[in-house]
């Protein structure tokens, strides 16, 4: 009875843990973003997904489940990308996952703070990030996980206050820009030129 509760207690401590550290449960929903396809095509996969009772997530057009439970939302992320890239449907998708807990936690740092910046365009987490004391403009776009392979970190924009300035990220002058809360920065899509 006794090694009965030790190992009661090991595995509840572990899902504890797993719960806490952005692990992917089974029954839990999950919202799943694509880049790097066609925009037409992106509707199709975006949305809402729920892990299968045998830990797995169904994508479209994908014959089998990915193993989703009990990893981390990116470790996911990477498993999806290469089931699509394997199955030679897409060359080079870029997914997002964001877990239920993942938007709790975030909603819960606004409130705290109530203090942060919105990165859109070609990053990898397009969206809120939290703003800190000195944040730079580099900074906020690394905190959304940097530019896409498509991202043009030459010609981002900040919008304050309703007026829109240019910086090229690629020059350290323009990198060390300090940014306010409630700015928005958005990376564009590379021109023709790759620029």
């Known amino acids: 009875m006794k090694k009965f509760f030790i190992l009661f207690c090991l595995l509840f401590g572990l899902s504890q843990v797993m719960l806490s550290a952005g692990y992917v449960t089974t029954g839990e929903k999950v919202t799943i973003t694509i880049k790097g396809v066609p925009q037409t095509e992106q509707a ?29 939302s990116s470790s996911v992320a990477r498993r999806i990308e290469a089931a699509y890239k394997s199955a030679k449907i897409y060359a080079n998708p870029r997914i997002t996952i964001i877990t239920v807990k993942d938007e709790i936690a975030l909603e819960k740092t606004m409130k705290k703070n109530n203090e942060f910046v919105t990165v859109a365009g070609h990053v990898k987490r397009p969206g809120p990030v939290q703003y800190n004391q000195g944040m730079s403009i580099y900074d906020a776009v690394a905190t959304a996980g ?18 829109r300035s240019l910086y090229n990220l690629k020059k350290d002058s323009h990198r060390t820009y300090k940014v306010k809360p409630g700015d928005t920065i958005t990376v564009p899509e590379k021109n023709f030129l790759g620029q």
């Open 44 to 72: 199709a996969i975006n949305g809402e997904y729920v892990v299968s009772d045998g830990g797995l997530l169904y994508m479209p057009m994908l014959s089998n489940g990915i193993k989703a439970s009990g990893s981390s």
């Open 146 to 163: 940097d530019a896409t392979a498509f991202g043009a970190m030459n010609r981002v924009q900040l919008l304050r206050n309703g007026k």
